[in-house]
């Protein structure tokens, strides 16, 4: 089945210091990728809609200078925390839609922790 | 607006008993429905979709949901219930018709506690 694999599973770095997570779909070509965050308990909140070779979307409220997403090609996104704060940490969630079948894969996610 | 509502936040089943997980939804259009199973400190693993066609889906590990237009519920079943099937389901929704493409609202989750 369709695979989709996020990097690294879990982090931590220090407060002011930038943090990349990369998502990629492993075996289809996927032109939306979402980036979801979840806070313990709680569902998935949409941070954005990454569209290759394009900007990303994003949620209101979801500041873009400060999570920056990248959709560089067909098979990988890319979130940036910026200048993190213990705030930021949280669980990153990834998801690309497959071309056939309208189902959404998700990674398996990734704990950030800002100290 | 768009909403997909999951009433129940936690399920306690006994081992073996059937199991429902209840999940509504309100979207203008047709609606392609979703139900994902989250373990602890995982991603979300899909189970079943609803695009079109048969009303009853089957799904991953056993599970099943039926598509129910009017009563716009899509309710997750399973016969037998295992002690495996314990985590956190969400129900989700999508439409061709929302007005950002693409997107898929998902419910709050609803815990599964099967008890041995």
């Known amino acids: 089945g369709a695979v989709v694999s996020q990097h690294p599973s879990r982090v931590i770095c220090k407060s002011g210091t930038s943090v990349k997570i990369e998502c990629r779909s492993l075996?289809?070509?996927?032109?939306?990728m979402f980036w979801y965050r979840q806070f313990p308990k709680q569902s998935l909140m949409l941070m954005a809609t990454?569209?290759?070779?394009?900007?990303?979307?994003?949620e209101q409220g979801v500041e873009k200078d400060k999570f920056l997403i990248n959709h560089a090609s067909l098979t990988l996104s890319t979130l940036t925390v910026t200048s993190a704060h213990p705030e930021d940490s949280s669980f990153y969630i990834c998801?690309?839609?497959?071309?056939?079948?309208?189902?959404?894969?998700f990674g398996e996610g990734s704990w950030l922790t800002v100290v | 607006a768009q909403s997909v509502a999951q009433p129940e936040d936690q399920v306690n089943v006994a081992e073996g008993n059937p199991l429902t997980v209840k999940c509504t939804y309100s979207v203008s259009g047709n609606p392609y429905l979703f139900w994902y199973v989250q373990y602890p400190n995982r991603g979300l693993q899909f189970l079943l979709k609803?695009?079109?066609?048969?009303?009853l889906v089957k799904g991953s590990y056993g599970f099943e949901a039926e598509f129910n237009k009017s009563q716009t519920s899509f309710h997750l079943k399973k016969p037998s219930a295992l002690v495996s099937d314990s985590a956190l389901y969400f129900c989700?929704?999508?439409?061709?018709?929302?007005?950002?493409?693409?997107?898929?609202?998902f419910g709050k989750g609803t815990r599964l506690h099967i008890l041995p």
């Open positions: 990454s569209n290759e070779g394009s900007k990303a979307t994003y």
């Open positions: 609803y695009i079109t066609g048969d009303n």
């Open positions: 989700a929704v999508s439409s061709p018709d929302m007005n950002r493409d693409d997107k898929i609202i």
């Open positions: 075996d289809f070509q996927a032109t939306t």
């Open positions: 998801s690309a839609r497959a071309p056939v079948g309208n189902t959404i894969y």
